[in-house]
């Protein structure tokens, strides 16, 4: 027998049923209770939920809430009206009403965390205090949804391992023992997750900056949790572990208004005073009007005697961050400087050396 109908008795009011009788009214209340549960979700969906969705709060969460907690709360309201019709009804099966108390448990933690699953976006609002450029950036909002969707689920087979009855206090110390070898063997991979959290964070560099780190320079190509990519001019591809970079010194070029050109010109030294200080004239108006240059900046005096030349030190600031165009208003003011040389008559230096030769009288 699935029903127990012997002294089955039901009564309500000045009603009173027994046998068949009894077991037919308690299935009519079951179905009532069944189609209460069924009207209930149908009336958070039709009315209650468009109603509070459609207000202003004055928390950013509640908006999230809502959306991610809708299905989940209208699936509640239909297995709350078959569990209360379930158990509404005669069992002659031992044990059947604690396994539909337990069964009814998991099933509203499991719809509960399905809501607080899919409201990932509520772990967003961490960085709402944050710059657009931390808010957009796509690498620490897939961590954050990550770490969110993972302790939810955590939560969720916690709770629902409880209402089963498995022990959690012998599962977390076993969990926590578990952890902390992980963790201990995992110092490397931690420090390379933090660490790519702080660079996603203070930006000392983005995708496309040309940095320096230690001995390698080049341009960034990636970042994630573990490393930065960086290519090199020669297009090789450097794997650096965020650790590395934290704990080592970043130039980035890319946050630098212009760059130096800077260098040492050498004449030689039949170069009359006359010739060089028209020379250095020359050089100096050239760097002033030349549209390239930050004006104030421009240097051109005459610093040391060298071995075999007379050198000049040339320094001007160019108004650019970008390699490529630095090269290019590099190149043209080269060319300007030969020509500058070549009409004032002025040869450039090198390296050479003078012997003499001593011949003694026979």
Not at 203 to 225: C, L, R
Not at 275 to 299: C, F, H, V
Request: hydrophobic share 50%; proline share 3%; with cysteine.
């Amino acid at each position: 027998m699935i029903f127990s109908i012997r002294d089955l008795a039901f009564e309500i009011g000045s009603l009173y049923l027994e046998g068949w009788l009894a077991l037919a009214a308690r299935c009519v209340c079951a179905l009532l209770l069944f189609a209460a549960g069924a009207l209930v979700s149908l009336l958070l969906r039709r009315k209650l939920f468009p109603i509070l969705q459609a207000r202003s709060w004055h928390f950013a969460a509640t908006p999230i809430l809502l959306r991610s907690l809708d299905r989940p709360l209208e699936r509640m309201a239909v297995f709350t009206g078959l569990y209360l019709a379930l158990t509404s009804l005669p069992w002659a099966i031992t044990g059947l009403p604690k396994f539909l108390l337990v069964a009814y448990k998991v099933v509203m933690s499991f719809l509960f965390c399905e809501g607080l699953y899919q409201a990932s976006d509520v772990a967003d609002l961490l960085l709402a205090s944050c710059s657009l450029e931390i808010r957009s950036n796509k690498t620490l909002l897939a961590l954050l949804n990550t770490t969110y969707k993972v302790l939810v689920v955590v939560l969720g087979v916690a709770t629902i391992a409880q209402v089963i009855g498995f022990p959690i206090g012998s599962i977390v110390a076993g969990a926590g023992l578990v952890g902390l070898t992980i963790s201990l063997a995992a110092q490397e991979s931690a420090s390379n997750l933090f660490g790519g959290l702080v660079i996603l964070l203070d930006k000392p560099f983005s995708v496309g900056d040309w940095i320096t780190v230690g001995e390698i320079e080049g341009e960034v190509i990636d970042i994630n949790f573990r490393s930065t990519r960086i290519r090199a001019m020669d297009k090789t591809v450097s794997i650096v572990t965020n650790s590395k970079i934290c704990s080592s010194t970043v130039q980035n070029a890319a946050m630098r208004t212009m760059r130096p050109y800077r260098f040492t010109l050498g004449v030689t030294y039949n170069t009359t005073r006359p010739q060089l200080e028209k020379l250095m004239a020359d050089l100096k108006a050239m760097l002033d009007e030349s549209p390239y240059t930050q004006k104030g900046s421009n240097i051109v005096r005459l610093t040391s005697f060298g071995d075999s030349s007379i050198n000049i030190l040339v320094s001007a600031y160019l108004q650019t961050n970008a390699y490529a165009v630095f090269l290019e208003e590099q190149n043209d003011l080269n060319l300007n400087i030969m020509d500058i040389m070549q009409a004032d008559g002025v040869d450039f230096a090198f390296p050479s050396t003078s012997v003499y030769i001593e011949t003694s009288g026979s």
